[in-house]
């Protein structure tokens, strides 16, 4: 009976769980790097827990499941609620600042399409405990130093920068109301996904007042923070949000990534939970989906029934990253290909013994090593899967060995040498675990 | 809102990680340099999968779910089913012999109990394509290989090792027609688990003939290959299926693991679908259930709608591991701390920028490193903060960093040293990736 796998699924084979590996051990080496601890929670969570933070919407893009008691559960479609129980958890034992990151495995019940797949892993990074910004600082820098990492430039990415502060600050300086800014927010999230005229016609619901619309549309268009400069004018009790925004890319190229960040007030991150600085990560060409994002989120770690502690964080996925790597073809130079370290050949089916013994001994010493399941198959059949396998070098075993020696192949050269036994080890030693 | 995680589930705070990370770490080194390739397949797979494998018993183990087209899926319980379908689906093309490795996520909706979760990981080893026993003694030597690096010994687990062929030729040979043989099987299975008496019942009920039973009991209250070599009448034609345990053994000696293991004949398995050699590691004392079990399961890809394509393999939870690696104190001894190589600390506000500098520059070259998000708060609190990160060295950029020089204080012995800036960088190099 023949089964397929599930649409919207991957299966890794070898070669596609070598380049998965090598995304995920990158984004570990460098969390690590930049001094965060990591952590990981259920697979599934109560179903309620997701819609906390997402609202009822976020229901049917759930897998949802039953436990044997009938409690509803989901898969969780992203890690920022397990987070947010886990902290609230342990609040009083955990050592402040709070800097973890996690790679879990994440589910959308959506229909699949490029970038986006029912399961897919996505490293975070978050900070909770830290007001101040350089905290954002430090979350943006992480991700620069990831992408950097695997060999893209400011030539590829850029960081798109904003502060919902500062958005809320300015519609009311022009004087909007408080309780109208939310579904303002979700209009102009919409600005660079819907055409002009849709937008415009989305934004004349929202604000019947012409000349604020034209101004938000100028502050939407401002390209950097000189820019920014000219435009904005504040009242005092508004300016922090300008100022943390200044700060923030002060700090950044005091770090050295300055020239990876533009200030781009078109970023406002969908979910209302954001409440301070938001970026994304794009493409410089933008004709992929955000490569990753994030930003602060002060009131989350209340809204699950902990105490009011700011945090700020990143979220990136590893189906648009990979797609921007492969077309930047840094996979084939970087994603190293199967190797084996020793193939131990047999020339001579009396001293098959001596085969499995050097073998063991050299995995002991932590070298991969490989014989053949057809050792009398002959040599040459032998030294035909150690090139199938990558060896680098193979170990045949024949009469030598009754003189204590060893015949060493070079895979590459195809020189041989003929290695006293003991020699043979006394010069490998051990590789480090 | 409060909420509560999922009874039977797993919180991985950076300790619990850590720990993790160190078992899962080892079962891929180990996997790696006994010539194994890494896969891996989705989370979920259509229900009907797994029943093919393990009839419909298994679905009430299962944590079902629904796509959006309401077609039935279940969380893996186990990866085999999805290793003969990715296997199936590239029969042709996969060199041979295929000998693959995965540390999956697994689920089953059991009630949890000791050693056994609702959510777990379970490293699994196959060797896909050879029929040579040669396999088998491959994949008893990686599970040991692994058990021996972590620390355990052959004071602390024994392999206990028999063969499904051997127990029916061995049945056979008493006149047992083959059909009665898989009832007998699942009878046998349970001979550790049951009271005697149980068992002496269940026997019965199955074979009517005493002396026969009294002979079956024989057989499996053997302990010792030499003993079977005593004990056991083949005929000719079954005598294939000794002979294939015994050069196992003898293979597993020349490896330099024979004194792990034993011949145990009421090592039977529960699963059907295993053809020829199977075993299990227990601890020595037999308290735990068993830490992994294998074996071979010939049919397997044929089931799966494949080619008949001999196979054998091995599948090793976390959590019996776990409980027994605490119990023999081995975690306390290998799992590391969290560490900081590099803590910069600021003594004077005015050099605030020279901090983020280093702090990006040592990460850059792949030191992990952290400052304070408290800059303000005093040298002593920071120092403090190093501490609580155990930071291994502390940089204190203070007024010395005006004539080009930094105080390094090494945070166990006290130490402090004055550097000169650039023989600083010059000194530390870059840590490899």
């Given at each position: 009976?023949?089964?397929?796998?599930?649409?919207?699924?991957?299966d890794?084979?070898?070669p596609?769980?070598?380049v998965?590996?090598?995304?995920?051990?990158?984004?570990k080496?460098?969390s690590?790097?930049?001094?965060?601890?990591e952590?990981?929670g259920p697979?599934?969570e109560?179903l309620k827990?997701?819609?906390?933070?997402?609202?009822?919407?976020?229901v049917?893009q759930?897998f949802?499941?039953?436990?044997?008691?009938?409690?509803e559960?989901?898969?969780?479609?992203e890690?920022?609620?397990t987070l947010?129980?886990?902290?609230?958890?342990?609040?009083?034992?955990?050592?402040?600042?709070?800097?973890w990151?996690?790679?879990?495995?994440?589910?959308r019940?959506?229909?699949p399409?490029?970038g986006?797949?029912r399961?897919f892993?996505q490293?975070?990074?978050d900070?909770?405990g830290?007001?101040?910004?350089?905290a954002d600082?430090?979350?943006?820098?992480?991700?620069?130093?990831y992408?950097r990492?695997?060999?893209?430039s400011?030539?590829?990415?850029?960081?798109?920068i904003?502060s919902?502060?500062?958005l809320?600050?300015?519609?009311k300086?022009?004087?909007?109301?408080?309780?109208r800014l939310e579904?303002?927010?979700?209009?102009?999230?919409?600005?660079?996904?819907v055409?002009?005229?849709t937008?415009?016609?989305m934004?004349?619901?929202?604000?019947?007042d012409?000349?604020?619309?034209?101004k938000?549309?100028?502050f939407?268009s401002l390209?950097?923070?000189?820019?920014?400069d000219?435009?904005i004018?504040?009242?005092?009790e508004?300016?922090?949000?300008?100022?943390?925004?200044?700060?923030?890319?002060?700090?950044?190229?005091?770090?050295?990534?300055?020239?990876?960040c533009?200030?781009?007030?078109?970023?406002?991150?969908?979910?209302a939970?954001?409440?301070?600085?938001?970026?994304?990560v794009?493409?410089?060409?933008?004709?992929l989906?955000?490569?990753?994002?994030?930003g602060?989120?002060?009131?989350?770690l209340r809204?699950?029934?902990g105490?009011?502690?700011?945090?700020?964080?990143?979220g990136?996925?590893d189906?648009?990253?990979?797609i921007?790597?492969?077309e930047?073809?840094l996979?084939?130079?970087?994603?190293?290909?199967?190797?084996?370290?020793?193939?131990?050949?047999?020339?001579?089916r009396?001293?098959?013994?001596?085969?499995?013994?050097?073998?063991?001994?050299l995995?002991r010493?932590?070298f991969?090593?490989?014989?053949?399941?057809?050792?009398?198959?002959?040599?040459?059949?032998?030294?035909?899967?150690?090139s199938t396998?990558?060896?680098?070098?193979?170990?045949i075993?024949g009469?030598e060995?009754?003189?204590?020696?060893l015949?060493?192949k070079?895979?590459?050269?195809g020189e041989q040498e003929l290695?006293d036994?003991?020699e043979?080890?006394s010069r490998?030693g051990r590789?480090?675990?």
């Amino acid at each position: 009976m023949k089964i397929p796998p599930v649409k919207g699924t991957r299966d890794f084979y070898p070669p596609e769980m070598a380049v998965r590996n090598w995304i995920i051990d990158g984004w570990k080496k460098v969390s690590l790097r930049n001094g965060f601890e990591e952590y990981d929670g259920p697979i599934f969570e109560y179903l309620k827990m997701f819609q906390i933070k997402s609202g009822d919407e976020i229901v049917e893009q759930l897998f949802s499941l039953k436990d044997r008691g009938g409690r509803e559960l989901a898969l969780r479609p992203e890690i920022t609620p397990t987070l947010a129980r886990m902290v609230n958890q342990r609040i009083n034992s955990l050592p402040k600042p709070i800097k973890w990151f996690s790679v879990p495995r994440l589910f959308r019940a959506e229909r699949p399409q490029k970038g986006r797949l029912r399961e897919f892993f996505q490293w975070n990074i978050d900070i909770i405990g830290v007001d101040d910004v350089l905290a954002d600082a430090e979350v943006i820098f992480a991700t620069i130093d990831y992408l950097r990492e695997v060999g893209l430039s400011r030539e590829d990415i850029k960081v798109k920068i904003s502060s919902r502060k500062l958005l809320a600050a300015f519609l009311k300086s022009l004087g909007i109301p408080k309780e109208r800014l939310e579904p303002i927010f979700a209009v102009l999230d919409k600005k660079s996904r819907v055409p002009p005229d849709t937008f415009s016609q989305m934004l004349d619901e929202q604000i019947p007042d012409k000349d604020k619309i034209r101004k938000i549309l100028e502050f939407m268009s401002l390209t950097s923070i000189p820019e920014l400069d000219d435009f904005i004018k504040l009242p005092d009790e508004e300016f922090y949000a300008y100022n943390e925004i200044k700060i923030l890319f002060t700090n950044l190229s005091f770090m050295g990534v300055g020239d990876f960040c533009v200030f781009d007030p078109t970023i406002v991150r969908g979910l209302a939970y954001y409440t301070g600085i938001v970026f994304e990560v794009h493409d410089v060409t933008d004709n992929l989906r955000a490569i990753c994002g994030g930003g602060r989120f002060d009131n989350l770690l209340r809204d699950f029934g902990g105490p009011l502690i700011p945090a700020t964080g990143m979220g990136m996925g590893d189906c648009v990253l990979e797609i921007l790597l492969r077309e930047k073809g840094l996979f084939d130079k970087k994603v190293s290909k199967r190797e084996l370290e020793y193939f131990v050949a047999l020339a001579d089916r009396v001293f098959s013994k001596r085969v499995y013994e050097i073998t063991a001994e050299l995995r002991r010493r932590n070298f991969s090593a490989n014989f053949s399941y057809k050792p009398l198959s002959g040599l040459a059949k032998q030294l035909k899967e150690a090139s199938t396998q990558n060896a680098k070098k193979c170990i045949i075993v024949g009469s030598e060995i009754e003189n204590d020696q060893l015949v060493v192949k070079n895979m590459a050269t195809g020189e041989q040498e003929l290695v006293d036994y003991d020699e043979f080890w006394s010069r490998l030693g051990r590789q480090p675990g």
